[in-house]
């Protein structure tokens, strides 16, 4: 029912930044939360940062201070800034939706193909 696309991945130096975009698309009046989550080589898929449809959000511990997750209603997009990237940020990054099945049930059913990010000198 609904489609992620990504697009921003790419190489950046240390201390350099990135901004990540997700476009949706589809029947978006059952998702509540969006959400960014990383893998990096030989590692579980880890939580980056969500934001609900209110404006709230949460961050993981490593990210905090450095990425800002933001998300515009009207046009259906979710933004990952990230700043003072470290190399330890390399990973594919997934932008994610979350799904009310019914009231007080959510799930993470939607996923976007996933966006090479690189941090390297």
């Known amino acids: 029912q609904v489609q992620l696309v990504e697009s921003g991945g790419g190489l950046v130096q240390p201390g350099g930044s990135l901004r990540l975009s997700c476009a949706a698309s589809g029947s978006m009046f059952s998702i509540r939360r969006m959400g960014w989550y990383r893998q990096a080589p030989g590692k579980k898929r880890e939580l980056v940062a969500t934001i609900a449809s209110g404006g709230s959000t949460v961050y993981a511990n490593s990210v905090k201070g450095r990425f800002t997750i933001s998300r515009d209603n009207a046009e259906n997009t979710v933004h990952l800034q990230m700043n003072t990237l470290k190399p330890e940020d390399t990973a594919v990054y997934y932008c994610?939706?979350?799904?009310?099945?019914?009231?007080?049930?959510?799930?993470?059913?939607?996923w976007g193909q996933g966006t090479q990010v690189t941090v390297s000198s």
């Open positions: 994610a939706a979350e799904r009310e099945i019914v009231p007080g049930l959510r799930q993470w059913d939607y």
